[in-house]
T-cell receptor
Framework: SAVISQKPSRDICQRGTSLTIQCQVDSQVTMMFWYRQQPGQSLTLIATANQGSEATYESGFVIDKFPISRPNLTFSTLTVSNMSPEDSSIYLC?????????????FGPGTRLTVL | AQTVTQSQPEMSVQEAETVTLSCTYDTSENNYYLFWYKQPPSRQMILVIRQEAYKQQNATENRFSVNFQKAAKSFSLKISDSQLGDTAMYFCAFMKHGSRNDMRFGAGTRLTVKP
C-alpha cells in the first residue's frame, strides 16, 4: 500500500494568482497522477507525472496552465496557474505501486481549492 | 473511448438493509478491470472492490459484492447490512488491461445510510 499526503489540504485564492500543491508518498511508486474533481462531479485525469521528465497531459489540459514536477519517486507538485473561479475544484494526487499488469491505485486526501 | 455511467445520482438506505448501486460501461476491449471506489466526506478515495473482466466469478469483499454481467456491460455493487460508515460517494471505474494510467470514472452515486 501507499500513504499519500497533500499540502495544502485547502486554500482560498484570488483570481490571477497561482497555487502549488504538493504530493508526498511514504514509499517509492511506479506512477503518479493528478486528477481534478469539480464540484459535484467525478474525477478527471489531468496528467501523469513522470520522474525527471515532462508530464504527460490529457486532452484539455496544458503545461502552461498546470505545470507539474516530479523530481523523485516519492514527490510531485501540481501548480494551478493564473487561476480563475472555474479552477475551483478538488485536486487529487494518485499513485500506483508495483510494475505488474495490475496494481492498485491509491489516492491522496485531496486539496480543496476555491478561487474568488 | 470508454465511458462509465452511473444513473443514480443519489440513494439512501436504512441501516442494516441492503442497497445496490448501478454502473454500466461501454468498451470494445475484452480484457479490463472494473472498480468501485468509496469517497467519504473526508475525501479520501478508498478502493472497495475490484473485478477482472476475464473472471466470471463475482468479486466479494465482506459486506460488498458485485454483480458483473460482461455481455450486458453492467457492474453493480451490493452493500449488505449497511452501516452508517458506508455513507459516501461511490464511484464506478474502468481501466483497460495493461493501461495503468487510463482509469475512467463514472459520475458517482451519493449514498446515505439512515439510522
Amino acid at each position: 500500500s501507499a500513504v499519500i499526503s497533500q499540502k495544502p489540504s485547502r486554500d482560498i485564492c484570488q483570481r490571477g494568482t497561482s497555487l502549488t500543491i504538493q504530493c508526498q508518498v511514504d514509499s517509492q511508486v511506479t506512477m503518479m497522477f493528478w486528477y481534478r474533481q469539480q464540484p459535484g462531479q467525478s474525477l478527471t485525469l489531468i496528467a501523469t507525472a513522470n520522474q525527471g521528465s515532462e508530464a504527460t497531459y490529457e486532452s484539455g489540459f496544458v503545461i502552461d496552465k498546470f505545470p507539474i514536477s516530479r523530481p523523485n519517486l516519492t514527490f510531485s507538485t501540481l501548480t494551478v496557474s493564473n487561476m480563475s473561479p472555474e479552477d475551483s475544484s478538488i485536486y487529487l494526487c494518485s499513485v500506483v505501486v508495483g510494475v505488474s499488469s495490475y496494481n492498485e491505485q491509491f489516492f491522496g486526501p485531496g486539496t480543496r481549492l476555491t478561487v474568488l | 473511448a470508454q465511458t462509465v455511467t452511473q444513473s443514480q445520482p443519489e440513494m439512501s438506505v436504512q441501516e442494516a438493509e441492503t442497497v445496490t448501486l448501478s454502473c454500466t460501461y461501454d468498451t470494445s476491449e475484452n480484457n479490463y478491470y472494473l472498480f468501485w471506489y468509496k469517497q467519504p466526506p473526508s475525501r479520501q478515495m478508498i478502493l472497495v472492490i475490484r473485478q477482472e473482466a476475464y473472471k466470471q466469478q463475482n468479486a466479494t469483499e465482506n459486506r460488498f459484492s458485485v454483480n458483473f454481467q460482461k455481455a450486458a456491460k453492467s457492474f453493480s455493487l451490493k452493500i449488505s447490512d449497511s452501516q452508517l460508515g458506508d455513507t459516501a460517494m461511490y464511484f464506478c471505474a474502468f481501466m483497460k488491461h495493461g493501461s495503468r494510467n487510463d482509469m475512467r470514472f463514472g459520475a458517482g452515486t451519493r449514498l446515505t445510510v439512515k439510522p
